[in-house]
């Protein structure tokens, strides 16, 4: 029987008044239900980008820190860390802890994942004895568990045996494993014949619901969904979980209903646009926002191939003298206007369509099965992919995906802290109108995060960091 857990603990701001919720029967991990205790992240940044880095975490770490439970773990540099004190109160800055010399990412969510203790609701840390090549993976557990104490004690356990050693798209990362109630959710990217071992040795012995996600290059679930605690129920959401997905079918439908707003609305982490050469900056530096304005421009390469964004558009080497300003005047229905003359690419989206409506449909089956009289809220978000259109005889020439990321930054890579929902800011006014409806009307706060540098790194936020929750064992 699913355990759907009712949220008692206090929203952000205020201190837990009841008991922790129950850990859940037969799943070893927490969904974001749970009481959040810790958020760990790191000052780690590709060259360039340590400025961007430290924005966001100007934003986040008073952000979350504003639950006079949470703290922060912060892997940085002594000259960062002082910097990120300087917005704190005296309260918080306790709260707030440096950890030297430990194997650093920008990648925090995958290296790791955080059971718990079914007898004691204690988390378990385990690492992945393979990441990205060297990285020391039971080190920096080993410096976090220390760093908790005396507040939580978490044990270090078992590594996980992943097989592969430096892929880093590989589906055994922790990003790829998420929790809804009892329900393990786990993406089908990258894994083949290891699916079964490493979906049981994270998620123990919770149904596990696969998540399309091979037409992706990082092929994680935290791509493409998200379940998300209804903080207010209602009649049309009597589930204390919704699942938020994926949909090119909601993002074409709101650039219809809204053609003048501007396609690309780029804000701060204050939630102001930015200035038209910092924009300009951003537009510029993501390749496949580059490489859409070049074509929506009419500069197309010469010998266009069967690719959509990928090869049709021209190299990055013929974009770098261009001036990309009039495409931060293009509009929704640009956009609309543009995809009429690519119809393999609509096509393309509508198969990617269709695997999410079936895992949605599986899904809700699933629910309906565990918890009859629960309705599951979905919540369809706006997101496009960009990525290499192929036409195979396997496919009986219809056009596919491959190697996709998403366009816009995805609103699935999340977390929740309370009654808010930190994810990153979607760059598109209809999107950011659309989500704030949506959260809202689940009772979660949105707090839009301009996470450029990771969206350009094929992550974003859920990526960036790794949060603890709490549960208290079942009474027997």
Known sequence: MLKWLIL?????????????????????????????????????????????????LTKVIPEVLQDPNMHVLLIAKKNNFAALQKNLSEEQKKRLQRISKVPSTNWMQDPWVVQFDSKSGAPILRPLLKYNGNFDSVKLLQALSSAMKPELSATISAGL????????????YGGNFLAMGALCLVGSSNLKDQFAPIAKQVCGSATVMKVP????????????????????????????????????????????????????????????????????????????????????????????????????????????????APCLSFKNKDFLNFFKEHSDY????????????????????????????????????PQYFAGKIRQTIRHGFKPRIESAQSLFPNPSNGEVFGDKYLLPDPVNTSFRKDLTQSLTAIGLKPVFLDTHFAHRLQGNFHCSEKTIRLCKPAVK
């Open 8 to 56: 008692i603990f206090a929203i952000a701001g205020q201190a837990y008044s009841e008991p922790l919720p129950v850990c859940p029967a037969g799943i070893s991990i927490l969904d974001e239900s749970y009481p959040a205790k810790f958020i760990v992240m790191s000052d780690a940044a590709n060259q360039g980008y340590l400025e961007d880095k430290m924005s966001l």
């Open 161 to 172: 045996s992943n097989s592969k050693s430096s892929d880093a798209m590989s589906g055994q």
């Open 213 to 324: 996600t091979s037409f992706l290059n990082v092929g994680h679930a935290d791509e493409v969904v998200k379940a998300l605690p209804v903080v207010k129920l209602s009649a049309e959401s009597s589930c204390p979980m919704a699942i938020m997905i994926a949909s090119p079918r909601k993002a074409k439908k709101l650039m219809q209903e809204n053609p003048d707003d501007v396609l690309f609305d780029f804000r701060d982490n204050n939630g102001e646009p930015l200035r038209k050469e910092d924009a300009l900056v951003q537009l510029e530096d993501r390749r496949y926002y580059r490489m859409l304005c070049m074509r929506m421009m009419g500069k197309k390469r010469k010998t266009p191939t069967a690719r959509w964004i990928e090869d049709s558009f021209p190299t990055d080497e013929a974009t770098q003298n261009v001036d990309l």
């Open 346 to 381: 609509e096509k393309a989206m509508d198969h990617v369509q269709e695997r999410m409506d079936g895992f949605i449909k599986d899904l809700t089956a699933q629910v309906k099965k565990d918890r009859p009289q629960c309705a599951l809220n979905v919540i369809e978000v």
